[in-house]
C-alpha cells in the first residue's frame, strides 16, 4: 500500500531532532501512532509531502527545511505585556504558556524575559526558524472513508472492511 494522494488515512512512528543535533525534541515510539489524513494540512507540509510515495512498513530518515517545518522565525511576533496579566503565575525564562486567541483558538507562547512591570512574550513556535530530522516509519496506510473526508477526523464510521475502493490512491 503505498501512500500517493489525498485522502488516505496514514499512521506513523516518529522521532524528531533539530537537525544536526541528537536530542529528541519529540516522538511516539513507544506510543499510539500518529494518524492524519493526506491532504488535509494536518502536519508540517514538509513531512506530509515526504511521506507521499512511502509504503506501509517502510521507514525513513526525513530532512524537513524550517520554512516546510514551522516556519521562520518572525521578529514582529513578540510582544510586551503588563506583569499583572501572569498574576498568579510562576514565571521563568523560557517557559511555555497557553492563552485563548482573538478566534477562540488555543495559542501558545514562550516567556522570553520579565521584570516586575512588563512580561516579553514570543508568539513563534518554539522550532520556528529550525530544520527538522525526522525518523518515520508508516504503519498504516488505507483510504479515508466518506466521513473522514467529509470532517477531516480519523476514526470516523467505517465502510466496509477499510480495504481501498476506486479513486483511494492508496494501493
Known amino acids: 500500500m503505498t501512500i500517493t494522494n489525498e485522502n488516505c488515512v496514514v499512521g506513523i512512528e516518529y522521532e524528531v531532532k533539530e537537525a544536526g543535533t541528537t536530542e529528541v525534541v519529540d516522538s511516539n515510539k513507544g506510543g499510539q501512532p500518529l494518524e492524519f489524513i493526506i491532504g488535509k494540512g494536518q502536519i508540517i507540509p514538509g513531512l506530509e509531502n515526504a511521506l507521499v510515495g512511502m509504503k506501509k512498513d517502510e521507514s525513513g530518515d ?3 527545511k524550517a520554512a516546510d517545518a514551522y516556519g521562520e522565525v518572525n521578529p514582529e ?5 503588563p506583569r499583572d496579566q501572569f498574576e498568579g503565575i510562576d514565571l521563568a525564562e523560557g517557559m511555555t504558556l497557553y492563552g485563548q486567541g482573538e478566534g477562540g483558538q488555543t495559542v501558545q507562547v514562550t516567556v522570553k524575559s520579565f521584570n516586575d512591570n512588563e512580561v516579553n512574550i514570543d508568539f513563534n513556535h518554539p522550532l520556528a526558524g529550525k530544520d527538522l530530522m525526522f525518523s518515520v516509519k508508516v ?3 488505507r483510504e479515508a472513508t466518506e466521513d473522514e473526508q467529509a470532517t477531516g477526523v480519523v476514526g470516523g464510521h467505517s465502510h466496509g472492511n477499510g480495504s481501498c475502493g ?3 490512491g492508496c494501493h
Open 62 to 64: 526525513i530532512l524537513v
Open 139 to 141: 504503519l498504516s496506510a
Open 77 to 81: 511576533a513578540q510582544q510586551t505585556l
Open 166 to 168: 476506486s479513486g483511494c
